[in-house]
């Protein structure tokens, strides 16, 4: 089984940084696409970035320029810099992979359990 862990969340005032470090544990045979997704109260999950294998890079547009997403597959680990940190970034903050098996006939979503970011103003 895959479990995921996310780390180096907390709180932090506006314009400062963080970062964050989601690692998956498991006999993986492939990682697909990597991200980090980030939620708040009452509102719907909110992609912020995503890498895939090949090295393409996605993000939300209310992060380009600040954050910076990267991979390191010998860890099977996702990174996420954040800096010029801003209140409207304070959210719950969630890893995500697509993953295989080699015994598996196709990838599969896993999901951290998240860590908490707080910007004050």
């Known amino acids: 089984q895959v479990q995921l862990r996310e780390s180096g969340g907390g709180l932090v005032q506006a314009g400062g940084s963080l970062r964050l470090s989601c690692a998956a544990s498991?006999?993986?045979?492939?990682?697909?696409?990597m991200g980090w997704y980030r939620q708040t109260p009452g509102k719907q999950r909110e992609l912020v970035a995503t890498?895939?294998?090949?090295?393409?890079?996605n993000y939300a547009d209310s992060v380009k320029g600040r954050f910076t997403i990267s991979r390191e597959d010998a860890k099977s680990s996702v990174y996420l810099q954040m800096n010029s940190l801003k209140p409207e970034d304070t959210a719950v903050y969630s890893c995500?992979?697509?993953?295989?098996?080699?015994?598996?006939?196709?990838?599969?979503?896993?999901w951290g359990q998240g860590t908490q970011v707080t910007v004050s103003s």
């Open positions: 890498i895939t294998s090949a090295g393409i890079i």
């Open positions: 498991g006999s993986i045979f492939q990682i697909d696409t």
């Open positions: 995500n992979m697509k993953v295989k098996f080699i015994s598996w006939s196709s990838f599969r979503d896993y």
